[in-house]
């Protein structure tokens, strides 16, 4: 087929234009999703080069609001953050929707409920299990970063396993240079996707304002510019060192060493039946806006 | 400033939308060139995450028909290849010129001539060096590539350093499995960007019909699509090795590999004072269409 579809380019997790991490949103709203196949799917998400590619479709049943699938440039991911808040965005604007202040998006892990508030979008994570690691692979890990951490870091599976280290305070989190061979050989070995590495601000007296960065050489990103599963991970890993007993709210700032700023809002959510819930917010601007050939 | 200006993506040396090497242009030809500044360029270029972004201003002299700055996501480029032909393809379509047949484009490294005939764009390629390596280059090359070459490569000074290599024919270039972390630590200590890999098609008698692969690992591109300044430094090396006598068309696919299929025309012409230029051909496609926010 040959047609022109509505195609917006969303930056995520700023106001500011080429501040935060892009996805590619592609409007197949009203395209059958049987007429597209994965490859062509593929072959898009491959071209636009962004590390998510997202096409929206009509969802499958009239609970959801729309279908959402996920590509990165080698394969379909069953869900990912960041192209979750831009692709909401740029829903709402596709749908002329200014008024909507709840949504579920439609994926391949089911039912990913949204929130907007005054321009905030806010999805609920799907829950992170937690890992010890031992003291060899800690050692290892701080000699790739080049510096110690304050307490022992651990696994998070996310969907990409990541491992979450924190350092003695932002600006250390900000300046460091890690040994990327060494991370990628031992990222592999492992069989991780990379290290979140976060350190406090100073002025955050309840541990609930980081610096974070996000090194991933064996899949090729040396650093992401600005991580959502990689904040839900950041989280969920606070929530393990220091027991919060009450909802709190973490802000996250990221992408400062590769000229980005960006800026995630994590709320660990104590629910009503005393479970932990992780939701992540974060603004979005559509900056490039038109159509797209396909 | 915050405004909408023209934006398209172009994909090069294909006629095929994601079939070819993208390039995302930028219209700045209503915008004086001193109201953007450098950084604000290489934010945009760095966001794109496309290994080219372009932009259109109005030409510092009238001998020109526009001034093409282009941007990697880390620096700015004196002239490139294909995004010269995908940024000639929207200047054409945001001017809605349906009749040029030459155009002149202004860049770092001066005029550079360009001619359309029937959505064929062609450009002018400026000078390229040519360079032996020494045998233990060669032997050391051999091994991370996997492969013996059929005549000894050389060093291609086209902007970047290439260097070429021939092997037996097409499909063993196609099916070529270079070691990259071998690769990337060779082209890291000899200065060069990358390997430009060539098979001779076995149809092709005057050996003028090849397939070609670009490996760039030390700048983190394993495989670069569709390479442009790969085929002005595989022309030049094939003519020092050839020596041709009369003007020789060369076709080139490259891309296969990554489920591309890139189409470049190298044209090796005999000039009326005897010296030798070098053309490069190929067709393109606007793929996105629309405005960006800057």
Not at 117 to 133: C, H, Q, R, T, V
Not at 231 to 249: C, H, I, N, P
Request: proline letters at 5%.
């Amino acid at each position: 087929m040959t047609l022109m579809v509505p195609f917006k380019q969303v930056d995520v997790f700023t106001e500011k234009p080429f501040m935060g991490n892009p996805v590619a949103v592609i409007n197949f709203l009203e395209i059958d999703e049987n007429e597209v196949s994965q490859e062509e799917l593929q072959a898009i998400a491959n071209w636009t080069n962004l590390s998510e590619t997202t096409f929206l479709f009509k969802p499958s049943d009239k609970k959801y609001d729309y279908k959402l699938r996920i590509f990165t440039p080698r394969s379909e991911l069953p869900f990912a953050g960041h192209p979750t808040i831009g692709s909401c965005k740029a829903f709402l604007e596709f749908t002329k929707n200014t008024t909507a202040t709840s949504l579920v998006q439609e994926c391949k892990i089911g039912a990913v409920p949204i929130t907007i508030n005054e321009g905030l979008i806010s999805f609920k994570a799907p829950m992170a299990d937690y890992e010890s690691i031992s003291s060899e692979m800690i050692a290892d890990y701080e000699k790739a970063i080049g510096l110690k951490f304050i307490k022992p870091p651990a696994l998070l599976h996310t969907g990409p396993e990541w491992i979450v280290a924190l350092v003695e305070d932002a600006e250390t989190c900000f300046n460091a240079n890690p040994n990327f061979a060494m991370l990628a050989h031992q990222t592999k070995q492992n069989d991780h996707v990379g290290i979140i590495l976060a350190g406090p601000k100073k002025e955050a007296a309840i541990k609930n304002s980081y610096e974070m960065r996000a090194f991933a050489p064996m899949i090729n990103v040396y650093e992401d510019p600005v991580c959502g599963s990689g904040s839900v991970a950041l989280a969920r890993y606070l929530q393990e060192v220091y027991k919060f007993e009450k909802t709190t709210d973490i802000t996250i700032s990221e992408g400062g060493r590769l000229k980005r700023n960006g800026l995630m809002l994590a709320s660990i959510k104590k629910e009503a039946d005393n479970s932990t819930s992780y939701y992540i917010a974060g603004h979005a601007t559509t900056v490039i806006d038109g159509k797209i050939k396909v």
